[in-house]
């Protein structure tokens, strides 16, 4: 049985937009620290100290017992890196994922970013291939459309451009969790999945590889890596499904 989203209430539809934005300012904000020779932990401190000061709680810190603000996870790894005293050198590849939470209603919100000016045709397109990748999803999540149709543009878009998308690890339901019902995979026929209705959320959230798309954990027991070692880019919005089509709430209104 395939189980659908929780329609959310309007109050909890007002939390969760202030939760959107501050962690899409968040992210922005934090694009001034991104340079050669900052450590990841250094990126998590800005990021934590900028959602509380916003009023917001870190959606990531301690849960499941993930010990930082943002999932911080570069070149090969994935997604669940763990912020540390690595420091970020020319041409690294940083994906940055982070929630916040408002009224206990939460929001989930990523990039991948390119330190230093690098010149560099595959990463760049890695970065651009996940973000339109997001953006042909978004624009898919239409109230009567089942998830398989946004899995199924998600995918074919990436094949595409000749890039792989993970299948291990999926976009969600969000709400007064992280991580709720429907999975909204990056892959998958139209005629599958939930059904997107009025008032659901969902984090959408292609994660593109170079190579191929199986993954391994590391012995931290968090960061997920490309198993071939190859570069991966990660692109996440948090979407409420609307009479009038998808709203963003991880971006800032124009
Ligand atoms: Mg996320
Ligand atoms: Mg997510």
Known sequence: ?????????????????????????????????????????????????????????????????????????????????IPGSRKLIKGDLVSIDCGAIVNGMYSDHARTYL???????????LIS???????????????GNKIGIVSQSIEEYVLSQGFEVVREY?????????????????FGKSNEGALLRVGMAIAIEPMVTEGDWKTRMLDDKWTVVTKDGKLSSHAEDTILITENGPEILTRLKK
């Not at 109050?11 to 050669?36: D, P, R, T, W, Y």
Request: proline share 4%; with cysteine; charged share 20%.
């Open 170 to 186: 999926v976009g969600h339901g969000i709400g007064t969790q992280l991580h709720e019902p429907p999975s909204v995979p990056n």
């Open 129 to 143: 291939v996940a973000s339109k990748a997001l953006d042909i999803g978004i624009s898919n999540s239409i109230a």
């Open 1 to 81: 049985m395939v189980t659908e989203g929780s329609i959310k209430t309007t109050a909890q539809i007002v939390s969760m937009k202030l939760a959107g934005e501050i962690v899409a300012k968040a992210l922005i904000g934090c694009e001034n620290i991104l340079k050669v020779g900052v450590t990841t932990k250094e990126i998590d401190d800005f990021l934590r100290t900028f959602i509380e000061k916003e009023g917001a709680k870190p959606a990531f810190l301690g849960l499941y017992g993930f010990p930082a603000t943002a999932c911080i996870s570069l070149n090969e790894e994935i997604v669940h890196g």
């Open 115 to 125: 330190i230093g000016n690098e010149k560099n045709i595959v990463k760049e397109k």
